[in-house]
């Protein structure tokens, strides 16, 4: 059995934070969310064309724009963005220790 990073929050409840992992490209409207309430450079929005090729998300060729895992090494597993996502596509996990 895998071991979880664990801590504890300033009320001393014990917290696992659980990291983005997946954002299900097809469920995703591009709406901004949670790349507004995300302060640490987790996510981008990209463009998909017609074809499924990933675009600029401002290029002509885009057909949808959805949000994009960017850089998820900086994700403190706070979970915001999956909590403010109407859509539901955003999976966050816990870090085995």
Excluded: H, Y
């Excluded at 504890?8 to 969310?33: M, S």
């Amino acid at each position: 059995m895998a071991e979880f990073v664990t801590g504890t929050t300033r009320g001393g409840t014990a917290w696992t934070p659980k990291f983005v992992e997946n954002i299900d490209r097809k469920q995703c409207i591009g709406c901004g969310r949670c790349f507004k309430v995300c302060g640490r450079d987790v996510l981008e929005l990209i463009g998909i064309t017609e074809d499924g090729d990933i675009v600029d998300a401002f290029d002509d060729e885009a057909e949808k724009k959805v949000m994009s895992i960017k850089t998820g090494g900086n994700c403190v597993g706070c979970e915001s963005c999956a909590k403010v996502c109407s859509k539901s596509c955003i999976t966050n996990l816990p870090q085995a220790a």
